[in-house]
Protein backbone atom coordinates (compact mmCIF):
# COMPACT_ATOMS: atom_id res chain seq x y z
CA UNK A 1 0.00 0.00 0.00
CA UNK A 2 1.17 3.38 -1.09
CA UNK A 3 0.52 6.94 0.71
CA UNK A 4 -1.01 9.98 -0.75
CA UNK A 5 -1.45 13.24 1.05
CA UNK A 6 -4.82 14.45 -0.41
CA UNK A 7 -5.52 18.09 -0.84
CA UNK A 8 -7.68 17.94 2.61
CA UNK A 9 -4.62 16.78 4.55
CA UNK A 10 -5.94 13.35 4.65
CA UNK A 11 -4.09 10.63 3.68
CA UNK A 12 -5.44 7.84 1.67
CA UNK A 13 -3.80 4.24 1.61
CA UNK A 14 -4.37 3.02 -2.17
CA UNK A 15 -3.65 -0.48 -3.77
CA UNK A 16 0.20 -0.24 -5.48
CA UNK A 17 -1.97 -1.08 -8.85
CA UNK A 18 -4.25 2.22 -8.44
CA UNK A 19 -0.65 4.13 -6.89
CA UNK A 20 0.58 3.62 -9.67
CA UNK A 21 -2.30 4.36 -12.39
CA UNK A 22 -2.93 7.63 -10.35
CA UNK A 23 0.60 8.68 -10.50
CA UNK A 24 1.22 8.09 -14.03
CA UNK A 25 -2.37 9.98 -14.97
CA UNK A 26 -1.55 12.77 -12.96
CA UNK A 27 2.11 13.03 -13.98
CA UNK A 28 0.95 12.62 -17.84
CA UNK A 29 -1.81 15.53 -17.47
CA UNK A 30 0.71 17.73 -15.39
CA UNK A 31 3.06 17.57 -18.36
CA UNK A 32 0.53 17.86 -21.08
CA UNK A 33 0.68 20.40 -23.94
CA UNK A 34 -2.71 22.24 -22.49
CA UNK A 35 -1.94 22.08 -18.66
CA UNK A 36 1.50 23.31 -19.06
CA UNK A 37 0.13 26.10 -21.64
CA UNK A 38 -2.65 27.00 -18.57
CA UNK A 39 0.13 26.80 -15.93
CA UNK A 40 2.49 28.92 -17.67
CA UNK A 41 -0.33 31.87 -18.60
CA UNK A 42 -1.56 31.43 -14.79
CA UNK A 43 2.04 32.21 -13.26
CA UNK A 44 3.03 35.03 -15.95
CA UNK A 45 -0.93 36.21 -14.66
CA UNK A 46 0.32 36.06 -11.15
CA UNK A 47 2.99 37.87 -11.86
CA UNK A 48 1.12 40.87 -12.93
CA UNK A 49 0.67 42.86 -10.11
CA UNK A 50 -1.64 45.00 -12.76
CA UNK A 51 -3.59 42.75 -14.12
CA UNK A 52 -4.49 40.91 -10.40
CA UNK A 53 -5.66 44.86 -9.01
CA UNK A 54 -7.56 45.15 -12.06
CA UNK A 55 -8.95 41.90 -11.53
CA UNK A 56 -9.45 42.34 -7.72
CA UNK A 57 -10.85 45.95 -8.08
CA UNK A 58 -13.61 45.06 -10.66
CA UNK A 59 -14.65 42.06 -8.89
CA UNK A 60 -15.21 44.32 -5.06
CA UNK A 61 -17.04 46.54 -7.21
CA UNK A 62 -19.20 44.42 -8.81
CA UNK A 63 -20.13 42.45 -5.50
CA UNK A 64 -20.91 46.26 -4.57
CA UNK A 65 -22.97 47.27 -7.26
CA UNK A 66 -25.01 43.84 -7.16
CA UNK A 67 -25.28 44.29 -3.29
CA UNK A 68 -26.88 47.49 -3.92
CA UNK A 69 -24.22 48.91 -1.69
CA UNK A 70 -24.39 52.21 -3.45
CA UNK A 71 -26.79 54.64 -4.93
CA UNK A 72 -27.34 58.11 -6.88
CA UNK A 73 -24.14 59.10 -7.93
CA UNK A 74 -22.19 57.27 -6.25
CA UNK A 75 -23.57 54.48 -8.60
CA UNK A 76 -23.09 55.67 -11.42
CA UNK A 77 -19.59 56.46 -10.67
CA UNK A 78 -19.15 52.80 -9.80
CA UNK A 79 -20.97 51.81 -13.07
CA UNK A 80 -18.41 53.79 -15.25
CA UNK A 81 -15.18 53.05 -13.05
CA UNK A 82 -16.49 49.27 -13.75
CA UNK A 83 -17.22 49.99 -17.58
CA UNK A 84 -13.57 50.98 -17.55
CA UNK A 85 -12.16 47.92 -15.94
CA UNK A 86 -13.57 45.81 -17.93
CA UNK A 87 -12.07 47.78 -21.23
CA UNK A 88 -9.29 47.31 -19.23
CA UNK A 89 -9.35 43.65 -18.70
CA UNK A 90 -10.36 42.98 -22.23
CA UNK A 91 -7.02 44.60 -23.74
CA UNK A 92 -4.66 43.07 -20.63
CA UNK A 93 -2.84 40.21 -22.87
CA UNK A 94 -2.17 38.47 -19.94
CA UNK A 95 -5.37 38.07 -18.47
CA UNK A 96 -7.03 37.13 -21.69
CA UNK A 97 -4.17 34.93 -22.45
CA UNK A 98 -5.13 33.30 -18.85
CA UNK A 99 -8.45 32.83 -19.75
CA UNK A 100 -8.48 31.51 -23.47
CA UNK A 101 -5.70 28.79 -21.75
CA UNK A 102 -7.67 27.80 -18.89
CA UNK A 103 -10.69 27.18 -21.18
CA UNK A 104 -8.15 24.65 -23.31
CA UNK A 105 -7.17 23.00 -19.99
CA UNK A 106 -11.39 22.62 -19.00
CA UNK A 107 -12.16 21.20 -22.48
CA UNK A 108 -8.61 18.93 -22.44
CA UNK A 109 -9.89 17.75 -19.16
CA UNK A 110 -12.94 17.22 -19.96
CA UNK A 111 -11.74 15.02 -22.98
CA UNK A 112 -10.20 13.02 -20.46
CA UNK A 113 -12.86 12.20 -18.25
CA UNK A 114 -14.88 11.28 -21.02
CA UNK A 115 -12.98 8.54 -21.69
CA UNK A 116 -12.83 7.44 -18.69
CA UNK A 117 -16.16 8.00 -18.02
CA UNK A 118 -16.87 5.50 -20.68
CA UNK A 119 -14.83 3.05 -19.57
CA UNK A 120 -16.26 2.88 -16.06
CA UNK A 121 -20.31 3.53 -17.01
CA UNK A 122 -20.57 6.63 -14.97
CA UNK A 123 -19.66 10.20 -14.62
CA UNK A 124 -16.12 9.69 -12.74
CA UNK A 125 -15.40 13.47 -11.91
CA UNK A 126 -19.11 13.72 -10.50
CA UNK A 127 -17.88 11.49 -7.97
CA UNK A 128 -14.67 13.52 -7.30
CA UNK A 129 -16.26 16.30 -6.90
CA UNK A 130 -16.64 17.47 -2.80
CA UNK A 131 -19.57 18.86 -1.29
CA UNK A 132 -19.19 22.71 -1.56
CA UNK A 133 -16.24 22.31 -3.42
CA UNK A 134 -15.67 24.14 -6.63
CA UNK A 135 -18.45 27.31 -8.18
CA UNK B 1 9.23 29.01 -13.93
CA UNK B 2 7.67 25.37 -16.15
CA UNK B 3 8.27 27.13 -18.91
CA UNK B 4 12.15 27.53 -19.20
CA UNK B 5 12.10 23.98 -18.90
CA UNK B 6 9.67 22.83 -21.29
CA UNK B 7 10.87 20.74 -24.18
CA UNK B 8 9.36 18.50 -27.26
CA UNK B 9 10.37 15.36 -24.89
CA UNK B 10 8.65 16.58 -21.37
CA UNK B 11 5.13 17.13 -23.21
CA UNK B 12 3.42 13.98 -22.56
CA UNK B 13 1.94 12.71 -26.40
CA UNK B 14 -1.91 12.12 -26.79
CA UNK B 15 -0.58 8.30 -27.23
CA UNK B 16 0.88 7.89 -23.72
CA UNK B 17 -2.10 10.14 -22.57
CA UNK B 18 -4.79 7.90 -24.02
CA UNK B 19 -2.54 5.01 -22.61
CA UNK B 20 -2.36 5.97 -19.00
CA UNK B 21 -5.61 7.37 -19.11
CA UNK B 22 -7.78 4.16 -20.16
CA UNK B 23 -4.90 2.36 -17.48
CA UNK B 24 -6.04 4.26 -15.04
CA UNK B 25 -9.83 3.47 -15.72
CA UNK B 26 -9.23 -0.14 -15.92
CA UNK B 27 -7.28 -0.30 -12.85
CA UNK B 28 -10.18 1.56 -11.23
CA UNK B 29 -12.72 -0.77 -12.52
CA UNK B 30 -10.58 -3.70 -10.57
CA UNK B 31 -10.46 -1.79 -6.81
CA UNK B 32 -12.37 -3.55 -4.49
CA UNK B 33 -14.58 -0.23 -3.72
CA UNK B 34 -15.36 -0.53 -7.52
CA UNK B 35 -16.33 -4.33 -7.33
CA UNK B 36 -18.74 -4.43 -4.23
CA UNK B 37 -20.32 -0.98 -5.85
CA UNK B 38 -21.06 -3.09 -9.27
CA UNK B 39 -22.10 -6.33 -7.28
CA UNK B 40 -24.39 -4.36 -4.47
CA UNK B 41 -26.20 -3.15 -7.59
CA UNK B 42 -26.82 -5.85 -9.29
CA UNK B 43 -28.09 -7.39 -6.25
CA UNK B 44 -30.30 -4.13 -5.36
CA UNK B 45 -31.29 -4.57 -9.38
CA UNK B 46 -32.38 -8.57 -8.54
CA UNK B 47 -34.25 -8.07 -5.21
CA UNK B 48 -37.90 -8.16 -6.19
CA UNK B 49 -38.70 -6.57 -2.60
CA UNK B 50 -36.47 -3.92 -2.80
CA UNK B 51 -37.33 -2.95 -6.39
CA UNK B 52 -41.10 -3.08 -5.21
CA UNK B 53 -40.27 -0.60 -2.25
CA UNK B 54 -38.02 1.80 -4.54
CA UNK B 55 -40.90 2.05 -6.71
CA UNK B 56 -43.63 2.78 -4.81
CA UNK B 57 -41.91 5.59 -3.44
CA UNK B 58 -40.92 6.80 -6.49
CA UNK B 59 -44.41 6.71 -8.16
CA UNK B 60 -45.61 8.52 -5.15
CA UNK B 61 -42.40 11.21 -4.97
CA UNK B 62 -44.17 12.12 -8.62
CA UNK B 63 -47.50 11.81 -7.37
CA UNK B 64 -47.04 14.50 -4.69
CA UNK B 65 -43.90 16.32 -6.65
CA UNK B 66 -45.86 19.60 -7.21
CA UNK B 67 -47.13 19.51 -3.74
CA UNK B 68 -43.70 18.79 -2.35
CA UNK B 69 -42.31 21.60 -4.48
CA UNK B 70 -44.78 23.86 -2.69
CA UNK B 71 -44.18 22.65 0.49
CA UNK B 72 -47.87 21.85 0.92
CA UNK B 73 -48.23 18.43 1.87
CA UNK B 74 -51.13 17.60 4.65
CA UNK B 75 -50.00 15.25 7.81
CA UNK B 76 -51.04 12.44 6.31
CA UNK B 77 -49.31 12.87 2.81
CA UNK B 78 -46.40 13.13 5.09
CA UNK B 79 -46.40 9.96 6.85
CA UNK B 80 -46.79 7.70 3.20
CA UNK B 81 -43.86 9.39 2.10
CA UNK B 82 -41.68 8.59 5.32
CA UNK B 83 -43.04 5.06 5.42
CA UNK B 84 -42.14 4.62 2.27
CA UNK B 85 -39.03 5.96 2.49
CA UNK B 86 -38.35 4.00 5.97
CA UNK B 87 -39.49 0.72 3.70
CA UNK B 88 -36.89 1.38 1.01
CA UNK B 89 -34.26 1.91 3.52
CA UNK B 90 -34.18 -0.62 5.94
CA UNK B 91 -33.89 -3.30 2.81
CA UNK B 92 -30.61 -4.61 3.05
CA UNK B 93 -29.95 -4.26 -0.40
CA UNK B 94 -30.29 -0.64 -0.31
CA UNK B 95 -28.39 -0.22 2.74
CA UNK B 96 -25.41 -1.94 1.03
CA UNK B 97 -25.91 -0.24 -2.47
CA UNK B 98 -25.71 3.09 -0.72
CA UNK B 99 -23.16 2.13 1.67
CA UNK B 100 -21.08 0.85 -1.38
CA UNK B 101 -21.48 3.76 -3.39
CA UNK B 102 -20.45 6.17 -0.43
CA UNK B 103 -16.90 4.08 -0.43
CA UNK B 104 -16.80 4.56 -4.18
CA UNK B 105 -17.51 8.57 -3.64
CA UNK B 106 -15.32 8.96 -1.05
CA UNK B 107 -12.29 6.80 -3.37
CA UNK B 108 -13.00 8.72 -6.54
CA UNK B 109 -12.73 12.38 -4.30
CA UNK B 110 -9.42 10.98 -3.12
CA UNK B 111 -8.50 10.43 -6.68
CA UNK B 112 -9.80 13.93 -7.76
CA UNK B 113 -7.50 15.64 -5.30
CA UNK B 114 -4.33 13.91 -6.29
CA UNK B 115 -5.96 15.26 -9.76
CA UNK B 116 -6.46 18.59 -9.14
CA UNK B 117 -3.02 19.16 -7.28
CA UNK B 118 -1.46 17.72 -10.89
CA UNK B 119 -3.04 20.31 -13.24
CA UNK B 120 -3.79 23.59 -10.93
CA UNK B 121 -7.44 23.05 -11.48
CA UNK B 122 -10.19 21.69 -9.87
CA UNK B 123 -11.09 18.34 -11.93
CA UNK B 124 -14.48 17.89 -10.53
CA UNK B 125 -15.58 20.99 -11.60
CA UNK B 126 -13.57 21.84 -14.12
CA UNK B 127 -15.37 18.55 -15.79
CA UNK B 128 -18.88 19.91 -15.51
CA UNK B 129 -21.00 20.13 -18.29
CA UNK B 130 -20.61 24.13 -19.10
CA UNK B 131 -16.99 24.20 -17.51
CA UNK B 132 -16.73 25.33 -14.05
CA UNK B 133 -19.30 27.68 -13.59
CA UNK B 134 -21.89 26.17 -16.21
Given at each position: ?????????????????????????????????????????????????????????????????????????ELE??????????????????????????????????????????????????????????? | ?KTE??????????????HTT?????????????????????????????????????????????????????????????????????????????????????????????????????????????????
Amino acid sequence: MDKIMTKNGKTNRFSPELFAAISDLAESLEHSEAVLDFSEKNQRLVSDQNAIQLINEARELQNKVYAGDSIGAELEADLTRLHELQNLISSNANIQEQTTAQETAVAFLQEINQEISQLLGFDFASLTRRPGAGC
Amino acid sequence: MKTETINELSVTSKSVLMHTTRRFAKVLTETPEFLAFEQSYQAFRQDQKAQTAYNALQNKQQALRMMMMLNSLDEKERQELKDLESQFYQEETVQNYIQAQENLVELCQDIGDVLTEAVGLDFGSSCRIGGCCG
